[in-house]
């Protein structure tokens, strides 16, 4: 059994780790870590997990194998600072402390998208887990940035459910606000720019055009959906590249390319990416769907951890999706 | 002309008031009160009015012939006492302060349900606009409750939209939590029962039963369904207590009995007040829509606005319902 | 292994069935049996499948040890009527046409409530499985009725999703209907009252009280959420009560008492029913909550084969909810 | 008074229009037709008039001085052919019919985009009634155009809300399906492609560039949502762009440039077009949202209707928004 820490156990994606992990056969949850909520029964803050658990939030780990960090964007350095982690015990970060700059210490984080980087993950010590709109669209990339055929710019525009923004509450995320509402923000400006770079950069498209970003806040809770265009100057036709997509993502348990066209709720609550893929007006034009809480944060953390331990990568993580 | 000031002018319902009295013929906004936005233009707040009017925030008011108090629940007489507020202008508080308690200083507050008391409120100074769920409800058994015929327990549901919860976002308008969600909050306790009681008795029901009431959050934004029932031993038929109820609403003119089943869109961004009947297993069964926002609030302020000014009832109110 | 077959296989309890069960360690699913659809593989009508089954829609069974029925209400008797399945096959029946009517030729459909006939069901061979509104308000309800606890008239507003409709689209299912819309369907005369009062009288109240029944739509795609409350003579507190209640679903793993008030989505997703109980004004209000495609319908049916099969209660069954 | 028929009474732009037209202070409403409803009262199909108006549908017009023909895509030209319409008659065409193939008979039908066209509707006998995915789109590109500015490929991200899709409830439409879901439809091919090219090049850019459109499905009901950005090589800043916008849309008494980021609902149930400009990294993004079934159906019909009748172009629709 690995036993696991969680830091930051009180928001969004702690909750959704321990919702997986309670299920997890090879995991004992040593502790959910707090500074707010100590001795707080975790049932009482995640409340659809009562029954599944008696675990009291507490102020610090004891020894686990694995800690993950749930901490929020920009918190997980100044935790590891405070913290004294032995070097026997394996950090995943679910924030982007890391995931552009994979320093800390003596840690080398290697950047967890499984898809990517499968091998070098099953040795690694840390991982940087992946933001979500970029699992979405590397996910949607990735095929083509290996095989260095991403030459003209890439246009795309990604849409959010609410989960994305975190548990404390604000204008943007009050439902009177956000129900049967659509807008934009940071257009082209996106922070997670700079890691959907870096990643299709390393995956072997060195010379990157330039990509363009609208982000969009949806009104639903869990997922999301990105449509993906860019102009198609390659010898495969249709055909070929979506058996090049199926080959890619063979021995990827969780990526699918669906023939017929996706829609959002395909993939809400499992850690599945499903692709469609169709050519038009000499375009390439890709959507991609995930679910942000489970494989756009914490089901990828889990199957990063079963990677580093050795564990099938789909332990634990053949969720029942909801479909409706 | 009508000089309207409204006090509190950031939140819900001086938005929707301002939306409403932007396009009413016989008003001039003088001033919008705030003491946090004072110098903001109002359409940079209430961002759909952008096109529709120059009005900024102000500290104060003018003379006006009439200042709206929209400034949450408590805060009237507080207000009341800041600002010497001349016994010239008239006063309608859409908070509770007055609802249950209407006297303040020499001012006396008549209680602001058209239905009942069109005829006081036409020779009033100072009127408490109604609850939200008050009005849902009174609309329901007013009729029952002047010809003394409620006699057994009566047993209320009723589901209301976020913008009944306010501006400021917390745990239960977070979009995450209340999207899909169902949930009741102050059962048999809410303090809207006061209110409930009160005008059912000074509608002619001195002896009141019991009123079981069950206030549940549903995952809209606007609207209050209410579904009331009561035993019914009284003497007439189904048929006869409809037309009974349509005659008691005759000379109101939002107020309308529907034969078929009715469904909250139906009244949504209207002033109406929508009621279905039916006799079922010796009760009868009754259910309730309107707009929290409107009928529920700023409409229904206006409205008295109407009558406290000699104007017909409905001027500035005929509003276009969204329906969908 | 369990040999699987499921008639009806296109609509809705059907797809949540093989969500279930394509996760299930101890099942094989031999076919999934359609009129309309053989020859398309299950995975292009229910999307969401896609990766995770080749299975194709089949005319017929062929040696399956159980039978699921999913082919709507009063279709599961002409299906027995038109298909010869050996008594060696179990059946299930998620359609109501045993509920109230449990002879069947030689078969005798036990009632499929775990909660109240775990053990008759363990050697039953044919089930009929509970529908959602009576699972919700039973749950609730069968501790107190199976201590003749219920003397008084019980009130019940029930409020289900939209998956509750099923597949076929109408007008109360078109989502600009039902979005943001809230209505009443059937008040005190929905079909399922039978099933309840059949129910709390087998329980052991014999002498029941009338039910009042307010079934409502809600917009929301998954769950029932129950607001049941009947005046309270017994001797017990509240505090005993809940005890009582904890004490009497000790046994069922599934079932579980809030101490804090429920909110809808903290089942969704999952095989749970969770209850909350208060003390008010005399009465005793208990709002219960279930997801009405798992715990209403696919996953109680599961709940079901597991007791039929000897297997743990639980297999299969411990989902991971969506809370969001 | 003007006197009005509307044909294809049943369906939601008819009832739309039923909704503006019965509170516009110039129209009488002579006659609903409906083929399948005749005799039914048109508040008993369009259920939220209870209470506004007593019209019953018919199955033919009187003598109307404008016709509007509300008949779904395709069936207008039949109409037209079975329906002999005085010349004296005006028709507004809600359809698609006429608005890429603007003949019919001695008929000819001026393209209804006000912004355009102000001056030939004013003088036109006949009004094809601009598409709703048209019209966000063009009010989004009009002023460019109208300068012939767009010279590179143009990238059109559209979310439409569900009731473009009409009232025939389908799969797409279905609630189970459509709630918290995204997805995607005839991404590059959309028909209405074809009318927006039209409008584009009758503007005044006739050498214009290819547009990638990509519509998409959201999960509200009312409103479009537009994302358009095309490489900007002008001279003109940004600032200088939003001068030049405002500019263009003085006269245009609905559509506004907001300073701030836009969402949808700031818009819903209101006649008005809101626009936003940014620029980045060398392109100019524009976003663009109306209520598709007011200014983007309905609203913009009545909107033709005043001009073509000498009145104020506002006449009838300075609508409350929702907000919420």
Redesign the interface.
């Known amino acids: 059994m690995i036993n696991v820490s969680i830091a930051g156990g009180t928001g ?1 994606t702690a ?2 780790l321990l ?2 992990l309670l ?1 997890h056969p090879q995991v004992n949850i040593e502790s959910v870590i707090s500074t707010t909520s100590v001795g707080m029964p975790v049932a ?1 803050m ?3 997990l ?2 599944e658990t008696d675990l009291v939030f507490t102020g610090t780990f004891s020894k686990p194998d694995v800690i993950f960090l749930c901490l929020g964007h920009g918190l997980s350095r100044a935790f590891l600072n405070d913290n004294n982690i032995p070097t026997s015990c394996k950090i995943i970060d679910l924030g982007n402390d890391f995931r552009n700059d994979p320093l800390f210490n003596e840690r080398n984080f290697m950047f967890g998208l499984c898809e990517q980087n499968r091998e070098q993950i099953r040795t690694a010590n840390n991982v940087a887990n992946p933001g979500c709109f970029a699992t979405t669209i590397m996910l949607a990339l990735l095929p083509l940035a290996s095989s260095n055929s991403l030459k003209d710019e890439i ?1 795309v ?1 990604a ?1 959010t ?3 994305g923004a975190g ?1 404390k ?3 943007t ?13 940071k ?3 996106h922070q997670h720019l700079e890691e959907i770079v870096n990643i299709l950069k390393g995956a072997g498209n060195n010379d990157l055009p ?1 990509i ?1 970003f ?1 982000p ?1 806040r ?6 999301i ?1 990105a ?1 993906v ?1 860019t102009k198609w100057n390659g010898k495969m036709s249709e055909s070929a590249v979506i058996d090049f997509y199926e080959e890619y993502y063979q021995s990827s348990p ?1 990526v ?1 390319v ?1 023939k ?11 850690n ?1 990416g ?1 692709l469609h893929i ?1 050519f ?2 000499g ?1 390439i ?1 890709i ?1 991609s769907i995930i679910d942000n ?1 489970v494989k756009g944060a914490s089901g990828q953390a889990v199957q990063n951890m079963n990677l580093m331990f050795g564990l099938d990568e789909t332990t634990g993580l ?7």
């Open positions: 969004y909750g959704e919702r997986i299920r009482e995640h409340r659809d009562l029954g246009h525009h849409i459910g609410s989960t548990k509450p604000g204008e995320t009050h439902f009177s606000y956000r129900d049967n509402n659509i807008s934009v923000y257009p082209f400006t330039q363009n609208v969009m949806g009104d639903f809770t869990r997922g959906f449509s265009y969780f699918f669906s017929q066209p996706i829609s959002l709720k395909e993939v809400v609550n499992t599945k499903l169709e038009h007006n375009y034009h959507t809480l053949k969720l029942k999706g909801t479909a409706f």
